[in-house]
């Protein structure tokens, strides 16, 4: 969990030009869930986010956070203020980052799953990811409760070193959920582990008549990622693990002595500075952040077909 490229960055680009999206046009019902979670184990500390599933009319669902995409109208105006006066602003002042920066797709009616992140290549962004085919064991209980507005019945399972307890409603009629879990007679309205580390709650949904899974800001700034990069689970791993450990590496050579001493109008410092600024952010997201969903990579092989 993370933000992938800063409001700096996002500045940097701010001047590029967006380009028209050639995808064809989807609908998608969205679902918002609200997850809590806790970032480090060895803390009682809890953290909330909320992120969404689309399921759309293209036999497909995306699972991501919602925080850029909430801001989209906010980044807008934002943007075409600095195309329009020439100056840099730091946003990190108006704008909430995500804490969540992958993406899980799931393809219909097969249920793969992909699992899609971005690293940094230079100043481009690149889409890395690994394919998996789960087969969830799911033991359907008989009890029932109303959750919200919603009729659900139990069920048990374990995945990704954790148990897992979901609570489902045959009135939406999707076999989805959030994150990688799916393959209920019925949507997941609420799931947590055990320990509750992990605990995802649905809180409403509407229909999105012209859907696209992108922010306004990944367009403008042609910062899709493109083609995805397609890994083994273990490579994508080591490849994300190295990336977090310096996530300027590939950064770094391009930075002259020169364009690090440039002041940057509209904002406090040196390029420099802002780079060394976000450097240690990075650090200390990572720093703070240990406690990852799956935590056994074995326990998640074995329920592979």
Do not use: C, H
Not at 92 to 99: A, R
Not at 219 to 225: D, R, T, V, W, Y
Not at 251 to 277: F, H
């Amino acid at each position: 969990m993370k933000k992938l490229f800063s409001v700096f960055f996002i500045a940097l680009f701010a001047f590029a030009s967006a380009q028209d999206s050639k995808d064809a046009k989807e609908s998608a019902n969205r679902f918002f869930y609200e997850l809590t979670f806790k970032p480090k184990k060895d803390s009682t500390k809890l953290d909330k986010v909320v992120t969404i599933l689309d399921i759309t009319d293209k036999n497909r669902s995306i699972y991501q956070d919602y925080t850029v995409i909430a801001q989209d109208s906010i980044m807008k105006i934002e943007m075409e203020a600095i195309q329009k006066s020439g100056m840099m602003k730091d946003l990190s002042k108006s704008l909430k980052t995500p804490k969540i920066s992958a993406r899980v797709y799931k393809t219909y009616p097969s249920m793969k799953i992909q699992y899609v992140d971005k690293i940094a290549s230079g100043f481009t962004p690149t889409n890395i990811g690994y394919s998996e085919e789960l087969k969830f064991n799911w033991n359907i209980l008989n009890d029932k409760q109303k959750i919200g507005e919603y009729n659900t019945q139990k069920a048990t399972t374990e995945f990704g070193g954790r148990k897992w307890t979901a609570w489902f409603s045959t009135d939406l009629p999707f076999q989805d959920g959030p994150y990688k879990f799916f393959g209920l007679p019925g949507l997941i309205i609420k799931i947590e582990d055990d320990q509750k580390n992990y605990s995802w709650v649905l809180q409403g949904n509407k229909k999105i008549k012209d859907y696209t899974e992108y922010s306004y800001i990944e367009s403008l700034m042609q910062a899709k990622g493109g083609k995805v990069n397609e890994l083994s689970r273990e490579k994508f791993e080591k490849t994300f693990n190295d990336f977090k450990k310096d996530p300027f590496a590939s950064i770094r050579p391009m930075m002259t002595q020169e364009m690090m001493s440039k002041s940057v109008p509209g904002m406090d410092g040196t390029v420099g500075d802002m780079v060394k600024k976000q450097e240690k952010q990075y650090k200390d997201f990572y720093n703070a952040n240990d406690n990852p969903i799956e935590i056994s990579l074995q326990s998640t092989d074995k329920m592979k077909k």
